[in-house]
Structure formats: structure tokens, C-alpha cells
């Protein structure tokens, strides 16, 4: 005859493995996405610092524009496409061979020989590049759907805004890494971070597992409730847990229509998402420009500045996990909603206030990336959250592509902006320059003269600014500028070089010069105004779903009220 205990003991299985091995699992998968995905950004910002030597071979800036760009909508296509696959599959495969993809295409990058001519040097990288854009996409996607299969609802915040801190420490150590390795050559660029990022590959094989059911554990949302207590806070005794039967799979398609293109919440989060990144990227691929011509800034503090405006991001994004996850119980939204009436207000002052300080513009910067870096981090955590572990992936895919679609507005869209608000200035400034040297408008020569006078005016400015050690040759560099419009003034007048005189070069080069000033001036307060807008229209957005919640946190809750009744 049996024994009671032993009834009770076979009527309550024991979990399968022990909740040591599961915190440790918990943490590896953590950590092991954020180390890896690290490595994709090592060979994914590899040709920022490649792109000077590049330019040396004959690569133009206009051609390394178009295949940045055309990573860029790739890229964001690729996140949501390859996001739908990533649901399906494995993520220690899927993550660990987009690695070494991307790795691959770094390699042959590094190899292209310069031997081959700029032409097709630039389209043996631009190509490969693009197939990086594709390849990246198989990033982002298996780390949603680890985060959300390996931690429970009511933690999502804070450990999304931990792995997030991943985006910054890439960026970051890739720039250290290839500030180095530039100095051997713009191939290094590629293949050194190729080379580690292979080893992350590896490592990614051996650090991931899939979904906690299929390593023989308990489904996260009963070990957290058993662990760690009930929604309503109180404590609950670690009592064996019964084998949770394996839940009905409706199909890839059915997950994607049910929680993803029939949910208005992420349709939502991926306009907000776009507006976001509007002020993100404008921030990030303008920044120095903006800095130097219209607030009068050099060049050297304004890295600074853009530096500052990451690492305040950092903070943000620590911040806005506590906040979802503390003060506002699982709201992301509404995080997202202060965050962005924060963003909006920075940008404003950014906006109208009209100095050269160096520490107030880094100030306002600063403030601006720890406001937009929180929603950047949040918006996937909420997307993945709200349409359940079953679409984690595909979900945050779909707002990171309306997120890279803004790259339109902030490339092109800033160009156009601000060529638009500039061209009756630099008609005025053409007007006055064809004044003083008595030819036509319409001049072929008059192209030549503006650029050889702010070539001039800056030499100038150099020389006068230089150190002893660098006077002499800064000085050499300024008469050779001078040397350069005095000639083509005297080819547009058809006289002698000797004959144009100094008055006259004078005045041609300060007239350039100061009509430069208003030029740089004239268009940026047009964006700055767009990153306001931007924000508030990204905080309209957000405050639709202000109390969105995931439907398993709100089906826990309701559960443990009805228990408690």
C-alpha cells in the first residue's frame, strides 16, 4: 500500500529542472543577445570610419550616400520580414548565422582591391553593403523574441532598457576599435571587426537556447508568479508546479493577422515609432553639420556634443524601464508619452536659442537623446508585449521597418528642406559677387569664383587661428587659396591676374564669406522646428494607447482578483 505522500508526490510533478538552472539561463540569454548583438553593430557601423579612405580612392560622397541609404530601407524591411521568420525559428541558429552573414560581407568589403578603379571598387562595396543591409535584419528580431519568451510581462521594461544599452556599446566600441585600425588602411575597417564579429558568431551558437518549454522548463509567466509573487504583490510559497500543456499554434499567418495587422495598437506604436526616429536620425547624421553652421560651433566640440547626446541617451533608456515597469505597472505608452512632451520641450530650446556655447548647446543635445533614446527603446518592448510571445518578433520588426523608413525624411527630406530655404540667399549672394566683378549672372565662371572665396575666407580664417607650429604652413596654404581667385577673376574678366587687384579680391572673398554665414543659417531653424513637431506629434500617438498593456499581464491580474474574491 502506498504511502500519502507518495500520492500527492505523482499527483504534482516537479518541475523538470531546478529554478537555479532557470536564473541562470534567464541572465545568459540576457546578456548573450546584448553581447551579440553588439557584434552586429560592429559590422554594421565598420564603413563609417572606412568611408575618409574611400573617398581618397575616388569613391564619391554622392555614391556612398546612395548605398547607405538603400542599407538603411533594406534594413528595416529586413527586420520585419526576417521578424516573421524569427517567431518560427530558433534563435541560437537564426541570430548566429545572420552574425557571421554580416561578418561575411565586412570580409569582402576589406578584400575589394583599389586596383579595379573607384567605379567599380564602389560598386563591388555598395553591393555587398546592401546584401549587409538584409543580413542585419537578422538581428533585433531573435533578441524580441528571447526577451519576451524568457522574462515575464511585469519585467519586461527593465530588462528591455537593460539589453538596449547593447545599441550605445556597439556604436561606441566599433568607433574606438576602428580609430585604431583606420590608421593601416580603410580595408582594416572592415576585416577587424569582420574578424571578431566571427567569433561572436560562435559564441552566439554556444550562449543561446530557444523558448524555456522546449529547454524543459516551466513557461515564464508561472515561474515569475511562483518565484517572485502574484500581481496584486503578495507573496506566494514555491509549491510544485504541474507540466503546463503545450499551447495550440494557430499558424504563422493566422499569429500575424490576429496579433499584429489587425491590432490598431501597433499600427499606432509604428507611426509613433516613425516620428521618433525622425528625431533620432536627424540628430545623429546632421548633427555636426548643424552645430558648426548654424550655431557657430567647431567642428572638434561638436563630436563632443553628438557624444553627449548617446550617452545621456544611455541614462534614458535605463530610466524608462523603471518607469514602465515601476511607476506605471507594464504601461510603456504612457513612459513613452512624458518622455516625448520632454523631447519636445528640449528641442524647442535647442530651436530658439541662438548661441555658440558649447556647453549649453551639449546641454540641450544631451537632454534631447535622454528623451528620444527612452520611447527608441520602448516602443519594441510594447509591440512585442502586446502581441504576445506568439508575434513578439514580427511585431517590433514592423515598427523598427516604419522606424528606418524615416531615413527618407531625415536624408533627403532634410536636404530638400533646407536647399529649399537657402536657394534665395544664395541667388542674392550670386547677384551681389557678379556686382563686384562685372560679369553676368549666368556666368560659367561664377560657380568657380564663390568656391575659390569661401576657399579664401576659410584659409584665411585658419591661418589666423593656427598654432606657431602650424602657422608657416597654414599661411603657405591661404596665399595658394588667394593665388587660386585671383585667377579665376581674371578669367571671368578676360585681363591679366596681375591686373585684378587686391581691394577687389578682398571684397569678393568677404562677401562670400558673410553671405556663407546667412546661407548656413538660413535653413536649419526649418528642422529644428521639424524635431518639435516631430515630438509632439510622436506624443499625440502615444497618448491613444496611454494605458496599453500586454493581454497576458492584464489576464494575470484579472486571475489573481478573482482568486483573491
Known sequence: MSSPQLANSAATPQPARPDSQYEYWRWRILFGTMIGYIFFYFVRKSITMAMPGLEEVGVTKTTLGLFLTIHGVLYGVSRFVNGIWSDRVNPRYFMSIGLFLAASTNVFCGVAPESIGATKLAWVIGTFWIINGWVQGMG???????????????????????????????????????????????????LVPAALSMSGAIFLFWALRDAPEKEGFEPVEQYYERTRGKADGSAVEAAPVAEAEPEQDAGCWANLREHVFSNWAIWVLCWANFFVYVVRFSILDWAPTFLTQ??????????????SYEI??????????????????????????????????????????????????????????????????????????????????????????????????????????????????????????????????????????????????????????????????????????????????????????????????DEVKATAGAERAKIAEAGWPRVFGMLVISSFIAAALFALILNLRSPELVKAEEEAKAAKA
Open 140 to 190: 533585433f528580431p531573435p533578441c524580441a523574441k528571447s526577451l519576451t519568451h524568457w522574462f515575464a510581462p511585469r519585467e519586461h521594461g527593465v530588462k528591455f532598457a537593460t539589453w538596449n544599452i547593447s545599441h550605445s556599446l556597439g556604436a561606441g566600441l566599433v568607433f574606438l576599435l576602428n580609430s585604431f585600425v583606420v590608421g593601416f588602411g580603410w580595408h582594416y575597417c572592415f
Open 312 to 505: 545621456f541617451g544611455a541614462f534614458g533608456i535605463i530610466l524608462s524601464g523603471f518607469m514602465m515597469d515601476k511607476l506605471f505597472k507594464g504601461r510603456g505608452a504612457k513612459t513613452c508619452f512624458y518622455y516625448m512632451l520632454g523631447c519636445a520641450a528640449a528641442a524647442f530650446l535647442f530651436w530658439k536659442f541662438n548661441s555658440s556655447n558649447l556647453v549649453l548647446n551639449a546641454l540641450l543635445m544631451s537632454l534631447i537623446g535622454f528623451f528620444i533614446y527612452g520611447p527608441q527603446c520602448l516602443i519594441g518592448c510594447v509591440a512585442s508585449t502586446v502581441a504576445t510571445k506568439k508575434a513578439a518578433a514580427a511585431s517590433s520588426g514592423l515598427t523598427g521597418l516604419f522606424g528606418y523608413l524615416s531615413t527618407l525624411v531625415t536624408g533627403l527630406g532634410v536636404g530638400v528642406l533646407v536647399d529649399s530655404a537657402t536657394a534665395p540667399v544664395k541667388a542674392e549672394r550670386d547677384q551681389t559677387i557678379a556686382a563686384i566683378v562685372q560679369i553676368d549672372v549666368e556666368n560659367e565662371n561664377l560657380a568657380g569664383i564663390v568656391k575659390a572665396a569661401e576657399g579664401l575666407y576659410d584659409a584665411e580664417r585658419r591661418a589666423a587661428n593656427a598654432k606657431p607650429e602650424k602657422a608657416e604652413s597654414a599661411a603657405k596654404k591661404a596665399e595658394e587659396a588667394r593665388t587660386s581667385l585671383t585667377e579665376k577673376l581674371a578669367a571671368a574678366t578676360g585681363v591679366e591676374a596681375s591686373a585684378v587687384s587686391a581691394e577687389k579680391v
Open 294 to 307: 548654424a550655431k557657430g560651433v567647431d567642428l572638434k566640440a561638436a563630436g563632443w556634443a553628438t557624444a
